[in-house]
């Protein structure tokens, strides 16, 4: 069987019972310049509340059900196994994996007959003064100890990062911004007037280092000159 190669996420885990208003990162840390210019002057640095782990389960056994039953005996294994101190847990898109609650519907393998795979995630706190690499070397290390069964294979994917309830950080985001749009007025002084625009928009995130992400409004500035700015008319 061919090596399973996991594709790079970004997204918002919505209703989820085990993260629900979590947001999850799995991305590169380092940005591109053309990438970097997009975003805007002022972000949010915060230090993200989980480390994950992205795991791909894999099997080609030729029956079904045969496939299902292997694949399920390999994930509550995985569960079983975890360690008792490691406070590592296992979680899809919909919910936390346990030793009673594991069957993860199947998906087919693309351009592959008679194999399927599942997706999903082990994740660990992230504190203060954690050292991620340790940290994500412990949640590949427990992957690699899992036990399979028959034609299943188990890979591991990309570090990624996740935030409890990101929103909760929206108006420190805002503040930031005002502070910044004083500081312009102070420079341009009181013959231009700073609009801010995009404030009303959702609170975006991205991952910014190995332990970090960074929030920000997707807003920008206009510049007017205040006879110009008295007469513009006003949004709605």
């Not at 899992?146 to 409890?164: A, M, Q, Y």
């Not at 312009?184 to 009303?200: H, M, S, Y």
Request: aromatic share 8%; hydrophobic share 45%.
């Amino acid at each position: 069987m061919h090596k399973y190669t996991l594709a790079l996420l970004f997204f918002a885990l919505c209703g989820a019972t085990q993260a629900q208003d979590e947001a999850i990162v799995l991305s590169p840390f380092t940005v591109s310049s053309d990438k970097a210019s997009t975003k805007p002057p002022v972000v949010l640095k915060r230090r993200a509340d989980f480390l994950l782990l992205q795991i791909s389960i894999v099997n080609d056994t030729r029956e079904e059900e045969k496939r299902r039953e292997e694949v399920y005996a390999t994930l509550r294994g995985m569960i079983v196994g975890i360690p008792p101190d490691s406070k590592i847990e296992l979680f899809t898109e919909e919910f936390t994996l346990t030793s009673t609650h594991f069957q993860i519907p199947l998906a087919d393998v693309a351009d592959k007959r008679d194999a399927s795979n599942v997706t999903l995630f082990a994740k660990v706190p992230l504190a203060e003064g954690d050292d991620a690499g340790v940290l994500a070397e412990r949640l590949r290390r427990f992957v690699r100890s899992v036990k399979v069964e028959g034609r299943t294979e188990v890979f591991t994917g990309d570090i990624g990062l996740s935030i409890k309830n990101p929103e909760k950080y929206r108006y420190e985001v805002v503040e930031a911004i005002a502070a910044d749009v004083k500081k312009l007025r102070t420079a341009f002084g009181d013959t231009f007037e700073i609009v801010v625009k995009g404030l009303d928009a959702r609170l975006q995130w991205q991952r910014s280092s190995v332990a970090e992400v960074e929030l920000f409004l997707p807003f920008k500035y206009e510049l007017y000159p205040v006879k110009i700015a008295k007469i513009l008319p006003i949004e709605k």
